[in-house]
Every structure is written in structure tokens, then in C-alpha cells.
């Protein structure tokens, strides 16, 4: 990330103070809570986005930042939420706010987190911007649902999955670059190309997810490996080996996924050993990869620059990167 580091470096300082600045509340819980999610860390590729997104549409007004930070609200409210439904209790290698402040707190602490942000984007002023983001949080929650009904599917798709992948995920990162687009007035055409390039980097981003919970440590990947099937998530990786699992393998995996109990590491690994051995890991790779070099093809659009070079090498570090 260090093209876009260079380029946006001071006004990602300016978005993490901003944040703190858009915490503000009588409730003391809410500001306490909510500077805990924000020092726990993350790469805040979010904000970066639509920060690079409007310096290519050569924007150099006062709105990117606020904006910036409204992105990284908002989710930090799916992350929230999402420990809840996923009884999660680590979150970027330390202990996850429902493990420290209890579901309720967490949940509601989201809720704030949501609301607060349209309260910033009506201050924004923009009317295109709050339609998008309206949009895309209204897509995010419908992929909460999509995964939940998902739960111990052995039978979920490729395609089906992608749909998931593509509303829980992906649609917030296309969101960021295309209010970048937004700010700068764009023409349509460049926003749908920042859009796409969002889409795929979202894509590209949850696919990688989905292969560290398989092959990642604990300290790398900052949440308990394993988690996502001990959920009963059928993610990528998995979905490619049960397409060559023979019926006894597809029997154990569907009982691993549906059961309530608690993983044992012993049925862990030896998912874990199929979704090896049938490919699964250079499979969903594969796909990630692809999706990334759509990337280069969305930006195509747009004359070479600096800002596009580091939109870019944020599109590669997606693949490439461990934790």
C-alpha cells in the first residue's frame, strides 16, 4: 500500500481524527466502544479509496475526508454487527467489543455507528452521494441475510456465493470509489469504471478472506482461523472441493458444518486436508486473481497518473497480502 500511502498518507491521518470527531456523544460507552474498534487497527482501505477516487476525478475540495470517514463508520458498524451474528471473539488479533462489552452494547453501539453516518452525509450535501451509500447499506444488510440462509448449504454455487460476496462486502468498497467520483463530477462513465473497480476489488479482498481462514495463523489473520466453518459458512475454497469430494467426503463435511458443537481442531484439519487436496486454496486464488486484473481493465478509462498506479498496486496488494 505504499504508492497510496505517499499520495493519501496526511489525509488518512486527517480521516482517523475526523472519526474521532464524528464519535462524539453524551453516551461516554459509545465513544469508548467506538475508539476501541478504530486503535484495533485495520488497513483502512475503505477510506483510501474514495480518497485516491477523487483525486483521479481531480477533486480538491473539503468533503473527501468527512466522507472518508463516514465509509470507515460505517463499517465499523458491519464489523460490530457481524461479531455478534458470528459469536466472534477476536477481531484483528485482539478481544472483539462483544467480547469485552457484551452482544447488546455491541449491537447497539452499530446502530449508532449506522445513523450517525447519514447524519454526516446529509451534511455532506450531496443527494447523489446519500443515494449511493443509502443503496449500498441497504445491499450490505440483504448479504447478512443471503449468508445466514447459506448457513450449512453444502449444495451453494459458485455463482450464489459470489452474489453473497458481492452485497456483504464488495458493494461498500465499489461505493467508496464511486462517491470519490461523485465528488469529483465525474462523467457517469468514470463513476461506473470506479464502481466496477470497487466490485472486483471487493471480490478479489473477501476471496483472500476466505483462503486465510484456512491457511493463515491466528496472529496473521487477526481473528480465529477456522471460525468461518465452525460457523457453518461455506466459502469459496470449500465450495471447489466439495465439487470433487466423493459422497463419504461430502457426509463428513456436511455433518462438520451443520453441527452445533464446537470445532474440534481434529475435524478442522481434516477439512481443512480435503479443501487442500482437492485444489481449493489455488482454485479461489485463481479467482481472486481474476478479479484483480479486471481491475486494470476498469481503469482504463482513465490517463496514466501517480493516482492510478496506486489505485492499482492496492488492487495487487489485495492479492498478495497474508493478513
Known amino acids: ?58 477533486y480538491h475540495g473539503k468533503q473527501a475526508i468527512p466522507l472518508a470517514s463516514v465509509i470507515e463508520f460505517i463499517h465499523t458498524a458491519t464489523l460490530l454487527h457481524d461479531d455478534v451474528v458470528d459469536s466472534a471473539t477476536l477481531r484483528r488479533g485482539t478481544a472483539s467489543a462483544n467480547a469485552l462489552w457484551g452482544n447488546e452494547a455491541s449491537v447497539l453501539i452499530g446502530d449508532f455507528l449506522f445513523s450517525k453516518s447519514f447524519s454526516l452525509m446529509v451534511a455532506a450535501g450531496s443527494l447523489d452521494v446519500l443515494r449511493v451509500m443509502s443503496q449500498a447499506t441497504t445491499i450490505i444488510a440483504e448479504g447478512e441475510v443471503l449468508q445466514l440462509l447459506g448457513t450449512g448449504d453444502v449444495e451453494l454455487t459458485e455463482e450464489r456465493y459470489i452474489e453473497v460476496v458481492k452485497a456483504k462486502t464488495a458493494v461498500l468498497l465499489s461505493a467508496a470509489c464511486q462517491c470519490g467520483a461523485i465528488l469529483g463530477n465525474a462523467p457517469k462513465q468514470y463513476e461506473k469504471a470506479l464502481a466496477d473497480f470497487g466490485m472486483d476489488i471487493g471480490i478479489a479482498f473477501q476471496l483472500m478472506d476466505d483462503i486465510l481462514d484456512y491457511t493463515a495463523t491466528e496472529e496473521q489473520f487477526g481473528k480465529s482461523i477456522g471460525h468461518d466453518l465452525e460457523e457453518g459458512k461455506i466459502t469459496l475454497p470449500l465450495i471447489h472441493a466439495l465439487r470433487q469430494c466423493t459422497e463419504d467426503e461430502i457426509s463428513f463435511i456436511t455433518e462438520i458444518v451443520q453441527q452445533e458443537d464446537e470445532l474440534s481442531y481434529e475435524d478442522f484439519s481434516k477439512v481443512s486436508a480435503l479443501v487442500k487436496q482437492y485444489g481449493g486454496i489455488e482454485y479461489t486464488i485463481a479467482q481472486a486473481r481474476k478479479s484483480v486484473d479486471t481491475c486494470a481493465a476498469h481503469l482504463g478509462v482513465f490517463p496514466d497518473s501517480a493516482t492510478k498506479k496506486a489505485l492499482l498496486e492496492l488492487a495487487e496488494y489485495v492479492v498478495t497480502r497474508n493478513s
Open 1 to 58: 500500500m505504499q504508492a497510496a500511502l505517499d499520495l493519501i498518507g496526511n489525509d488518512l491521518k486527517q480521516v482517523e481524527e475526523q472519526f474521532k470527531i464524528d464519535l462524539e456523544s453524551d453516551v461516554p460507552l459509545i465513544r469508548k466502544v467506538g475508539e476501541y474498534v478504530l486503535a484495533s487497527g485495520g488497513k483502512r482501505i475503505r477510506p483510501a479509496m474514495l480518497l485516491l477516487a477523487a483525486q483521479l476525478c481531480d
